[in-house]
Nanobody, 119 residues
Framework: QVQLVESGGGSVQNGGSLRLSCAASGFTLSTYCMGWFRQAPGKEREGVGAIDSDGQIVYADSVKGRFTLSKDNTKVTLDLDKLRPEDSGMYYC????????????????WGQGTQVTVS
């Protein structure tokens, strides 16, 4: 069974940092195109960053220079630095894109999410 499980969310102050991880089961993560998304209450889910099997990465303009995406054989990591209150939301890991994309419909497998709160 293909499954993604996120971890690492929490509450931090403005300017703080967090590290989110996404572990995969049922498939070899390193061969898949992966992405991170976030969704705040009352807002649409938006792409944060995506990385393909070759390591090509795209980021949303709002997080460039603050968030860093990386991947190894077992997990996808999203380092969040210089966090702002507007970064708060549920963060989701996703898999299955053909190329790095920030559009939810490009992904076929989703985790349950981990909450990030910045105050």
């Amino acid at each position: 069974q293909v499954q993604l499980v996120e971890s690492g969310g929490g509450s931090v102050q403005n300017g703080g940092s967090l590290r989110l991880s996404c572990a995969a089961s049922g498939f070899t993560l390193s061969t898949y195109c992966m992405g991170w998304f976030r969704q705040a209450p009352g807002k649409e889910r938006e792409g944060v960053g995506a990385i393909d099997s070759d390591g090509q990465i795209v980021y949303a303009d709002s997080v460039k220079g603050r968030f860093t995406l990386s991947k190894d054989n077992t997990k996808v990591t999203l380092d969040l630095d210089k966090l702002r209150p507007e970064d708060s939301g549920m963060y989701y890991c996703a898999a299955g894109c053909w190329a790095p994309a920030l559009t939810p419909r490009a992904f076929t497998v989703w985790g349950q999410g981990t909450q990030v709160t910045v105050s």
